[in-house]
């Protein structure tokens, strides 16, 4: 498979945000400068293009709510994965309901993305079933947004973003 448009696996991210106490003390979407440390989730926009199309279903409550906490996690360890020698499967299947599961195989120099039954209620998606990426795209993607993501969440919040980083991306 040759993408002569771009690269076959692409992420990006905007729009992050994390909780904050509202005036009236309720929750509510905050600046990611009010990031309080290691504890805290932040969210937002994340896009995964696997050979142009966008992954779905990454937000639980729409695609402006995606959990990097979970995502950076799911990113890492994918690309442990397939970093190896050899076929190998990754499931990301965080049980939350009503959304799907993410399965991902790589065989030979491709990775094999599929939107599967969640153990959490979420339905499989037909048109997702088999999307083919190259693995070397997966690898410099995830390796991109890492920088991106760190970058941004310093720059925002300073000593709690690496905080956030050290107990999110190192753990």
Request: charged share 25%.
């Amino acid at each position: 498979m040759e993408n002569v448009s771009g690269p076959s696996f692409a992420i990006e991210f905007a729009d992050l945000w994390t909780d904050a106490i509202g005036p009236a003390g309720d929750s509510e979407r905050g600046s990611l400068s009010q990031l309080a440390g290691a504890g805290e989730h932040i969210h937002g926009r994340l896009e995964i293009r696997v050979d142009g199309r966008c992954l779905p279903s990454l937000g639980y409550f729409g695609p402006d709510d995606v959990c990097l906490n979970e995502w950076v996690r799911a990113l890492t360890h994918l690309r442990t994965a397939i970093t190896g020698d050899g076929e190998t499967t990754y499931l990301y299947d965080e049980g939350e309901q009503g959304q799907p599961g993410y399965h991902f195989a790589k065989v030979g120099d491709e990775v094999v993305v599929s939107v599967r039954d969640g153990i959490g209620g979420g339905r499989a998606d037909p048109e997702w079933l088999g999307v083919a990426c190259q693995a070397v795209d997966v690898v410099d993607a995830i390796a991109a947004f890492s920088r991106q993501l760190e970058s941004a969440v310093i720059s925002a919040a300073g000593k709690r973003g690496r905080e956030w980083l050290a107990a999110v991306v190192d753990e």
